[in-house]
């Protein structure tokens, strides 16, 4: 890896990690103010009476040593949890985090650079949104930064709808193909197969969702460009899916939709227990408990 | 082991999987009229005038190379599905199964006997019971019979009161010790711990209810011995928990409660999916996923 330099200059490093984490941070607060703007904008459904929604935010911090469950794993740093109930969102979850410490054993072997001294620095925002109407697609948004003896991004978004809506599935993969075209050709077809075959629950059968882009151990083109495409995927995040929910949040649903919505949660719930590397890492790694399963749904249903 | 010698005189291994698969099915049957006369029974609450609960009977085969998931275990056999919703139990299902085949390299290694031919034959029963009152317990019961190159039982009984009653655990442990004593003073405190240790949520630093007992690998008395054990436990469930479930029935709940018991029933849905051995073996060995996740509860919320 080009950027494997991590351990031996340390000072680049600081400021890169400076300068991620603060992005990740401020995209929380983008992200926030606009989907508290669509709970402002509701005008129909039978939620228009209640009170739009606002984020509260929960800022958390983990001392060394401080988690039982963490199995040899040593994590410090905190994070900050956003979390809505509104009148479109049920829930949703913009968590960002900036944590650091040491890996136990088990985990040192599973992750790149991590082999030696299991040491290791991450930050990102996490992010998912199950809305109040089946008609409005759920969705997750996940970037990061992860530093080892090594370096790289990860990240994507990919939507959920309930029943699929042909437009909004081209005018979100379009989004992310033109964010990824900016950066590289290769770019939207390896990152949009990558998400298909990610977002697949094999029991089921079934791909969790339409897709959209999913990558990681990104360390291609420099840290700088590399920084660029994250931050260009955060972006185009918070263009085109708040365009997606007002076309859909007005609209009206009925009691079987709302039934199909519950049960499609359903695998959703599985989908994030059964696979999710992200909910795994975070639990076997001794990580916030209440962040990581801010992914879960409000309520779903297996009739 | 000492009953080790299923490949080596294979004449009594084919009766005594005869017996025990059919002893499963009649537990099935058994237990199935219980609840279906706790249904019958129910006097008091919100749902005393609808009409009893009765349960379908789905059975279910596989045929060998049919999964396009099982990673190169075949599987046949097949089982039948018991399943009820009805107005004391909100969802119940009882498994039985029976099958066999052959396990992809992968498993070998982590089930003991099957190491070298990867064969294996595996019948039981499964039950999970989701009740429409949070005052009534929910309940886990399995027992099995596997043989590979080796043979052992395995199985246990435990509870998940929503709000804990004392008598209850009381009552509840109480059958199962005096189950356990018949056999062995050992086998209570020593099925207890593991039931304690096996139904713990790590992340939450959490126990899933109150106990009751858990084993496994158990080929320790000879064959016969074993054998009248797994069928005492079955027995044992058969009997206590309909009692327990008739002391609450009839009882009215408030909508907090039910609220409180949604939210208990999402970590039954964390610890089936992160946790369960029998829920992820059987997922990722090919099995039935409609009668692997009819474990589920048919309503969880995460609020």
């Known amino acids: 890896m080009s950027t494997a330099t991590a351990q031996t200059d340390p000072a680049p490093w600081e400021e890169r990690k400076a300068r991620a984490a603060s992005w990740f941070q ?12 669509l709970e ?43 979390i809505m109930r509104g009148r479109v969102f049920e829930k949703v979850g913009v968590n960002f985090s900036q944590v650091y410490g040491t890996f136990s054993p088990d985990f040192r072997k599973a992750i790149p650079g991590a082999e030696e ?34 370096s790289w991004f990860g990240g994507g978004a990919d939507l959920t709808p309930m029943v699929e809506d042909k437009q909004d599935t ?42 959209g882009i999913f990558y990681d151990y990104l360390d291609e083109k420099g840290w700088e460009d590399d920084f660029a495409f994250t931050q260009a995927v955060g972006k185009t995040f918070n263009d085109i899916y708040p365009q997606i929910v007002r076309r859909h949040m007005d609209k009206d649903w009925t009691d079987s939709e709302r039934e199909h919505q519950l049960v499609r949660r359903g695998r959703y719930v599985e989908f994030n227990l059964l696979y999710d590397r992200g909910t795994q890492f ?20 297996w009739p």
């Open 170 to 211: 081209e005018v979100f993969h379009a989004a992310f193909k033109d964010c990824c075209d900016e950066f590289d050709p290769d770019y939207y077809p390896r990152f949009k197969k990558w998400c298909d075959e990610y977002f697949y629950l094999p029991h089921r059968g079934e791909p969790r969702g339409i897709g």
């Open 117 to 150: 001294d299991g040491s290791f620095w991450a930050s990102g925002i996490s992010l998912v949104a199950h809305m109040q109407s089946p008609v409005v697609p759920a969705v997750h948004m996940n970037t990061r930064m992860i530093v080892t003896s090594k």
């Open 26 to 37: 401020e995209l929380q607060e983008t992200i926030c103010a606009a989907f508290e703007s």
């Open 40 to 82: 402002d904008d509701l005008a129909g459904t039978k939620f228009a009476d209640e009170t739009p929604g606002r984020f509260e935010f929960q800022p958390w911090d983990r001392e060394e040593g401080s988690d039982p469950h963490a199995s040899g794993s040593a994590l410090q740093g905190g994070g900050r949890m956003a």
């Open 282 to 301: 975070g639990l076997k790694s001794g990580g916030n408990t209440e962040a990581i399963l801010m992914s879960m749904p409000p309520e779903a249903k």
